[in-house]
């Protein structure tokens, strides 16, 4: 397995009429060192050049590195995606240090839902909602991806025509076996 490129934890509960996925990106220690650096670097920076920078400037460089910081630690510890479907909505919600930001969406303004990258590695999600592309899911591997797309098939038969009539989920299952 790659050091750098791990999947993330992924979480499916299924239940009567819905079928709701957790995941957390996975927090390897490579990349987190290298991002520490990489701030460290910057503000280090920023601070050594304040005396030739306007307070506009400066603030604007504070605030980056203030910003560095809280991605660093939300990457730490934890930022969760959760997006829940059921005969009515999609729901994605985002949370990072137990703030979250909700999106609902009904399901029968969503259709083609497919992996985000078709050429290349598939991650995560994009459906059409009207005229807009909505995406969600963005750490999900390929494997991840197809399993979810399995347990929604099983999980929502009802809402299976609507949201993947460009996906073959028999193709998909068959690389399972």
């Known amino acids: 397995m ?14 009567s009429g819905f079928l709701r996925v957790s995941v957390r990106p996975s927090q390897h220690w ?3 060192t290298f991002q520490a650096v990489t701030g460290a670097v910057f503000a280090a920076l920023v601070f050594s050049a304040r005396s030739r920078m306007s307070s506009l400037e400066f603030l604007f460089a504070t ?3 203030l910003g560095v910081v809280v991605a660093w630690f939300g990457r730490l ?5 959760v ?18 930001r909700t999106r609902e969406y009904p399901i029968v ?12 590695h598939p991650h995560g999600f994009q459906c059409r ?4 592309t909505i995406e969600f899911g963005d750490y999900l591997s390929e494997q991840q991806g197809i399993e979810v797309l399995s347990a929604l098939e099983r999980a929502l038969p009802e809402i ?18």
């Open 2 to 15: 790659n050091l750098l490129k791990q999947p993330p934890k992924m979480e499916m509960i299924v239940g």
């Open 77 to 81: 510890f934890g930022w969760e995606e």
């Open 160 to 177: 299976v025509p609507t949201l993947l009539p460009s996906v073959d989920i028999s193709k998909d299952l068959m690389k399972l076996a």
């Open 109 to 120: 303004e969503c259709s083609d839902l497919e992996p985000q990258d078709l050429t290349g």
């Open 30 to 32: 490579a990349p987190l």
């Open 129 to 132: 909602l009207g005229r807009r």
């Open 63 to 65: 605030l980056s590195v």
């Open 83 to 100: 997006f829940e479907f059921d005969a009515k909505h999609l729901r994605i919600r985002n949370e990072v240090f137990g703030w979250d």
